[in-house]
């Protein structure tokens, strides 16, 4: 275990029995309090293979937002959101998707990835794959390449990379 994968193990919280009975809430949140390890975890993130190769960037609602925002300053890639529906004005994109505690959609801008080709996603975490799969599916129906879907926290026992298609790199498996 590296230094910043320590770093990020004692920043992080766990809540039993959230959003619902049966879930135990990985938050992340508490790492944006430590603005050092928060660079360093920017940096690290902006370093794979796939965030280099792609055009563009996909963040997924809502805290792949910043991390996503945070890649993308640090790389100069340009920020396509996908956000749930009734948040994104214009002509989009959607496709809906279970969870580990319900169902939902989401949606992108079809506008807003129309001259790129290749994407790379970024999420908080990867619990059973169903958002990020929506996203790459949303993103291949429209022809488009999917590199990578970059993670700070993949929970492996939940085998959410089986869902998707494109490489995982996640910063800590847990």
Known sequence: MNQ???NLLNLFGSYKNFPKEGIVFCDILPVLQDPEVFHELIQSMSQSEGIKNSDAIVAIDARGFIFGTAISLHTKKPL????KPGKL???LISDSYSLEYGKNTLCIQ???????KSF??????LATGGTAACVEKMLLNQDKQVHELVVVVELEELQGKNKL???VKSQITL
Do not use: M, N, T
Not at 80 to 83: P, T
Not at 110 to 116: A, H, Q, V
């Open 4 to 6: 910043l994968e320590r």
């Open 80 to 83: 396509i959101f996908a956000r």
């Open 89 to 91: 004005p214009g002509h």
């Open 110 to 116: 079809s506008e807003s990835i129309k001259k790129y």
């Open 120 to 125: 790379s996603i970024v999420d908080d975490l």
């Open 165 to 167: 298609h494109c490489e």
